[in-house]
């Protein structure tokens, strides 16, 4: 997913449950003929935490609307800039609070959010010190907790830092992630007893079995992590729907061994510039409504969840053009999708003749 400062700009319109521990799932293949997406990612700027607090009621209200019941914040901090009144040492804070905004109208909208750590900017670089970073979120994950464990809405922890096959491929930089993530995992359980949940991806032309395996037998034994969200990568043209699916294919029954449910994160943007499109600066724009359901279609049948990245700048109704272009459409393919299955389990209920009774 892409990085703070390249990223697409967020346009600000004028408008004005609990869960426990692991929520680890036995998933086997299946087909799914109208699979829907059932949450989304939000990106924190500069402008979407300076947001009013009815512009967040509005977001999660059309996500609602389209069946939406999981809310990721993707970080809370990006470099030394947090998007909330923080007290950790070293961090710029903001003066607004988007997170109680948003968990506020979470509970209302009875949507689940899980909130990610702070994410080191270097870190896209391959700079990454495991201990600097572990004692930054240990404080940051203590004063989350702290300062928003009243809201029923709260129900889990998101590690931002996006593991790879190109991970995979440098030990150093590998054993460092692995080892960082175990201890905030183990350290998110034992404080909040939430679960933790990471959206990793992979590049061009993966090998899925070497990657599936990869995780078998060296990530997930370390990381102590309750869900993965793997991102398919056709947003990013890194791959196609015929490259990906083989991966989410590998490493399904991995995931069931090590009793770790498994998301797809199908991307909801196409890029425009940027590696691997052009050597420009990095650019994106919603993508259309025919290639975002082909990639919904392609991962549902071997995940128990589909989300999306990223809402408020690709999919939301409050964004002119193609955003709410793409909103409409999805909104349109949900409410067919569910009349649909209401109508089949009415037709399966049996029916009594008026006036009968059942016998006891």
């Known amino acids: 997913m892409f990085k703070q400062g390249v990223q697409l700009a967020c346009v600000i319109a004028a408008t004005s449950l609990s869960t426990p521990t692991t929520i680890a799932d036995t998933v086997t293949p299946r087909q799914s003929d109208n699979p829907l997406v059932t949450g989304a990612f939000v990106q924190l700027t ?17 996500m609602k609307a389209v069946g939406m019941d999981t809310l990721v914040i993707q970080y809370v901090g990006y470099g030394d800039q947090y998007f909330y009144p923080t007290q950790v040492h070293g961090a710029v804070p903001i003066q607004t609070d988007p997170l109680e905004y948003i968990l506020a109208a979470a509970d209302d909208t009875h949507i689940q959010v899980f909130m990610g750590l702070w994410l ?5 670089n391959d700079k990454f010190d495991g201990d600097a970073n572990l004692a930054r979120n240990i404080a940051t994950l203590r004063e989350l907790y702290s300062r928003y464990r009243s809201h029923p809405s709260l129900a889990g922890w998101y590690i931002p830092e996006e593991i790879s096959d190109h991970t995979q491929r440098k030990p150093q930089l590998a054993e460092a992630l692995l080892e960082y993530m175990g201890r905030i995992s183990t ?35 370390r990381m102590n992590i309750d869900i993965l969200a793997l991102q398919d990568g056709v947003g990013t043209h890194r791959t196609t729907i015929a490259e990906s699916r083989p991966v989410y294919q590998a490493l399904m029954p991995v995931l069931q061994r090590h009793g770790v449910a498994f998301w797809a994160n199908n991307e909801s943007f196409d ?28 991962t549902a049948p071997f995940v128990k969840k589909i989300i999306t990245f990223e809402f408020t700048n690709y999919m939301t ?20 999708v569910t009349s649909g299955r209401r109508q089949a389990t009415e037709t399966k209920a049996p029916r009594l003749p008026a006036g009968s009774t059942v016998k006891e």
């Open 187 to 221: 350290l998110a359980h034992e404080t909040t007893h939430l679960p933790v949940m990471i959206s990793p991806y992979f590049g061009q032309r993966p090998d899925a079995e070497t990657y599936a395996d990869w995780w078998d037998q060296t990530a997930l034994p």
């Open 317 to 336: 109704p409050l964004v002119e053009g193609r955003s709410q272009e793409l909103y409409e459409a999805y909104h349109a393919y949900h409410a067919s």
């Open 46 to 62: 500069q402008a979407s935490a300076s947001a009013e607090k009815t512009w967040w009621q509005d977001q999660l209200a059309a």
């Open 271 to 298: 890029q425009t510039h940027g590696w691997p499109v052009d050597e420009d600066g990095w650019a994106a724009q919603p993508v259309g409504f025919d290639s975002f359901i082909d990639q919904v279609h392609s």
């Open 120 to 124: 080191n900017d270097a870190f896209w």
